[in-house]
């Protein structure tokens, strides 16, 4: 790619534009570089412009991009380090960080794309035989011009279209193939309404941001998506949509998509409003999106009828909205107003379903507004026992079921990857009670099985939740929960995490394995690498207290 071409190129088109496809890009890898800021330079002093090089070099081969956005680096960071650094010598903020890294993303891609109409031009002035548009492919052409587009200029001969109008076709590309390029100009249009709205950081999603963007697919086949670091509620709210859409719900159930729009909006209102480091809007999509990942990339969908598909979908959405950022055993012992409605049995999660329906009752919310009575009360029923499925008080009596279920269908002395087999035994409605309410109680657990970084993230997010109530107990003179005490410790964080993913998660992921055919090995794999991440975690913690130890004695 002719680099040589950027400056030159830029001072001659002043007018120069981003395709949608690649603002959109742009935009991901914006987001990119403040989870790798937070990742991997917040703790640390980066003060000079060659270690600033060096960490964009890494953040280039982190996100698999080509050879030549390091080159760009090289060339352009000088210039906008000198323009943006505000006190030189002082650590780079993440503010600076964001500003070089976007101005070198943005020198990239206008390097990549200015390259390729240089290309494209000088193309278009060689010799070609309209009548033969086939021999394209094994010509010149492909020194010139990625595959993709010799696919468009094959197809535009064939055609007739003129060369200046498939010069811009490549140019903005405005088509995938030319018998759709009306709906994708469209489309194109509500992407660009969508991508500025993001940007002024409008967090409610309304109807018109109900379209396909390029990494949906990505994102909801990534196991290990991190919710945190995508940085607007209304970006997340769409995910949620995506995955409806994923499963073909909406249509099948003719769900208005302004209906839709009200409903996501009060429920990202319910786990906003109280704050809670941990059970919030990123906590609700964590857990939603691994309950959709579940159903279609481990096929759990085969079981469940489209009705049940949706009820567990939502479920999980809504399992933890309005949560106090408190225990049961918290509410109960301080008799709060939950606790009392409710008879002290599994309080929050009884609160988290009524929640939900009074939302639904809404009419301006209320999705299910086509459902016939008889799928109301069964969708109803399914929600209402999937999130008080998710009360930790009835996790051993639920894996326990699971097992039992299991072994009613177990392939004796089986050679093949398939420990079970279903195709013969239907279950009943206590079976899909039992199943679904377990997988929304995995769903609910997926941060202990997914990457270490990850984990870690949530485990901190959670400890930080408790030691809020414990320092609440104190405040009130309640009894002190003892797991969750002194959680700043990271030795005792370290211990409380090894013995939970040893006893709940281990046994939780390796059932739900079991279940889906070993569909699900990469969580249960992963729980095994976390476990050995915890215990790393512990011994460097140990060690540390060992060199405190022998610091204070040598200095007495």
Known sequence: MGLGCSNQRKSQDENFTFSLKDQMLIKKLQICSGHYYHQSLK???????????????????????????ETVANVQLHEHYKAIREVDGAPITSSEFAQITTKIIDDYFRSEILGKILR????????????EPDTIKNSVAVEYLPLEDTNILQSGFKLGISPNMLQLMIKLKTIQNLEESTPRKMNEDKQGMYLSRVSSGVDTIDVNDFIPMIDDNEMLTNWNLSIPAIENDLEKSRLVWRSLERLKLLDEFKVPLDTLANFFNEVRAGYIKNKNPFHNYDHALQVMHATQFMLCDANLKKDLSKLLQLGILISSYCHDVDHTGRTNAFEVEKGTA??????????????????????????????????????????????????????MAVHGQTTKAMQQLQE????????????????????????????????????????????FDLAYLWAVRVNQEFTNQVNEEKELGLPLTKHMMNLQDPKIMAKN??????????????????????????????????????????????DAEDRQTATETKAQ
């Open 120 to 131: 494209f031009e000088t193309l278009m002035k060689m010799p070609r035989d309209n009548n």
């Open 338 to 391: 939950l606790a009392i409605e409710y008879n002290d049995r599994s309080v929050l999660e009884n609160h988290h379903a009524s929640y939900t329906f009074s939302i639904l009752k809404k009419d301006k919310c209320n999705i299910f507004k086509e459902l016939s009575k008889d799928d109301l009360k069964i969708i109803r029923k399914l929600i209402v026992s999937c999130i008080l499925a998710t009360d």
């Open 43 to 69: 703790n640390h002093q980066i003060k000079q412009e060659s270690e600033l090089l060096a960490h964009l070099r890494e953040f280039g081969k982190i996100y698999n991009l080509p050879s030549e956005f």
């Open 497 to 542: 995490e090894i013995g939970f993913m040893k006893f709940v998660i281990k046994p939780l992921w390796e059932t739900i394995n079991e279940y889906t055919n070993m569909s699900m090995r990469l969580a249960s794999v992963q729980v095994e690498d976390n476990i050995r991440g915890w215990e790393k975690k512990l011994k460097e913690a140990q």
């Open 408 to 451: 009613k269908v177990k392939i004796p002395n089986t050679l093949s990857k398939r420990t079970h087999d279903f195709s013969d035994y239907h279950l009943t409605e206590q079976d899909i009670q039992l199943v679904t309410g377990y997988f929304v109680h995995a769903a609910d657990l997926s941060g202990p099985a997914k990457n």
